[in-house]
């Protein structure tokens, strides 16, 4: 049996490919192209580690760490009011926005204090169970002179070592959004560019575990809107302690990711 906690992903299809979500363990990366998911992947566990163990969740609030985009307020309404009904019953005496700390961060230093002494601050105020930084990929890829690898890793090991350690101290789940660049690899025999995940070698060491998101090229229609189509889509694990190498398919409406 795993020594960890999971944390539900708010898709059971997903979840069961999962083995039950992301695990309490570490950092947990998802990485993936504009587009692929990833925002609305972390929302829903915005949402569902606040719902009770029994419920895939954690009974806890959730750090919401924006470096690139506003913080997507009506879109997590949107899915608050469209999850499933016993999430929502379960959820009925809490407000969960009382629930989700938002910060906006927009330089690497900012980042590094907001880890280093708000966040351990306010982990020990409130019950927090996850901490989401989306993303990891834009502060950094942004922020530093395209000869200055040495700093740049050395400011990946302070950020990724301070999220495990806050992972640990505090029993989290730790979601670092990333982006993708395309390098040449071969598939069957050919040489093809392929999507990898972004910062290098310096950050892929501090990963536990890489899930990488894209859309296809196929649709299928969307079952809220049954004369629409939506793009189906594939959450591969890159690498994982506990998981094969594998791969599943799912798609996002207006009720979120589904499987
Ligand atoms: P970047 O933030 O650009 O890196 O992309 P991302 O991977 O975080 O994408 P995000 O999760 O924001 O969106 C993925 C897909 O979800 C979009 O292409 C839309 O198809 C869908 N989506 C996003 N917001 C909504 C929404 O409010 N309603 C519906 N129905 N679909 C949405």
Wanted: charged letters at 20%; hydrophobic letters at 40%; a neutral charge.
């Amino acid at each position: 049996k795993e020594k960890w906690q999971r944390l539900s992903v708010g898709c059971s299809k997903l979840d069961r490919f999962l083995r039950g979500g992301v695990g309490v363990q570490g950092i947990t990366e998802i990485a993936g192209e504009s587009g692929s998911g990833k925002t609305q992947l972390c929302l829903q566990m915005a949402l569902t580690v606040q719902y009770p163990v029994t419920y895939g969740g954690l009974s806890g609030g959730a750090v919401y760490i924006c470096t690139e985009d506003a913080f997507p307020s009506r879109r997590l309404q949107e899915l608050f009011c469209c999850f499933p009904p016993t999430f929502s019953e379960a959820q009925t005496n809490m407000n969960f926005g009382d629930s989700i700390f938002i910060e906006h961060i927009g330089d690497v230093e900012s980042l590094k204090q907001c880890l280093l002494v708000r966040l351990p601050q306010l982990l020990t105020q409130r019950k927090v169970k996850l901490v989401v930084v989306d993303s990891i990929a834009g502060l950094f890829r942004s922020d530093y002179d395209p000869g200055d690898a040495v700093n740049r890793a050395k400011d990946l090991q302070v950020v990724g070592g301070q999220l495990h350690k806050l992972a640990e101290q505090f029993h989290l789940a730790v979601i670092c959004v990333n982006q993708v660049t395309n390098v040449a690899g071969k598939k069957n025999n050919e040489t093809q560019q392929q999507p990898v995940a972004a910062l290098g070698l310096a950050w892929a060491n501090m990963v536990t575990t890489r899930l990488q998101l894209c859309r296809t090229a196929h649709t299928v229609p969307d079952p809220h809107q049954p004369d629409h189509t939506v793009c189906v889509r594939t959450l591969q694990v890159v690498f994982a302690p506990n998981l094969p190498s594998d791969s599943c398919h799912f798609i996002v409406t207006k009720a979120g990711v589904f499987g």
